[in-house]
């Protein structure tokens, strides 16, 4: 016999917890498939001195508001960590940690069928929660970098101790290469940041931060399709380090 479910949420991070909280709110049967631990690209995927890159009154789950005493202040990612622990811990999340899903296919009798390193499981539905940008995007080109040039993608810079001598190139404009580019400035590194094509909007406006100003207009809560020239969204570079651009 195939162990079924109504519905198998695929990844134990934020997104995968918050659609757990809501499912369970809803009286939905349902199970989470972590292949490793729970928050684990917040464990393992992350430069020591990350901070979280919206003030900490974002930092929220359904069901959990922020409930700290520094809700303008950047937190460690360590912090965050703990966060969505306590979450997982506090809503009762039915995890189930080191179960890789290796397929997903259609079912025989309707629903979907999953292989995992469990054994196969049956559902009615499946949630992908597993994030986007789960893999670098580097250009062949890298390739043709001469080797004595040092090469390495956000997930795995750690400080720029580690980095060898030399000034360093960060390529892309997103909250990661916003702040390490910050944070190799600060460390005395001459840095050259390539940006895309983009819009920019100010960090902070009448003493408040953009992301204030943005759910007060209303921004989170319509689609990216209705947004006016959507392929170039206003952006924010936001570093998370005292809210600095």
């Not at 498939?33 to 789950?61: G, H, I, K, M, Y």
């Not at 390739?143 to 980095?163: I, S």
């Amino acid at each position: 016999m195939v162990e079924t479910h109504d519905t198998v949420v695929i990844g134990g991070g934020q997104a995968g917890l918050a659609m757990s909280y809501h499912l369970r709110q809803r009286g939905r049967e349902h199970i989470v498939l972590e292949r490793r631990r729970v928050a684990e690209r917040w464990r393992t995927e992350r430069w020591d001195s990350l901070r979280f890159q919206l003030p900490n009154a974002w930092l929220a789950l359904p069901g959990k508001p922020y409930a700290g005493t520094d809700p303008n202040g950047f937190t460690h990612h360590a912090d965050v960590v703990q966060f969505i622990l306590d979450y997982a811990a506090e809503i009762a999340a039915p995890v189930r940690t080191g179960v890789d899903v290796t397929r997903l296919s259609a079912g025989d009798n309707g629903g979907y069928a999953l292989d995992t390193t469990a054994g196969p499981i049956g559902a009615r539905h499946v949630v992908l929660a597993t994030g986007p940008f789960q893999r670098p995007l580097i250009p062949d080109y890298s390739r043709a970098v001469p080797p004595d040039v040092y090469q390495t993608e956000a997930a795995h810079y750690r400080n720029p101790a580690e980095l060898p001598l030399g000034a360093v190139l960060v390529v892309g404009t997103g909250n990661s290469g916003c702040q390490i580019a910050d944070e190799l400035l600060r460390n005395g590194r001459r840095v050259f940041l390539a940006v895309s094509r983009h819009s920019r909007a100010p960090r902070r406006y009448r003493g408040k931060d953009i992301i204030w100003w943005y759910e007060q207009l209303g921004r989170f809560d319509v689609n990216v399709d209705s947004f006016p020239g959507r392929r170039y969204p206003p952006t924010s570079i936001m570093t998370g380090v005292d809210g600095r651009l």
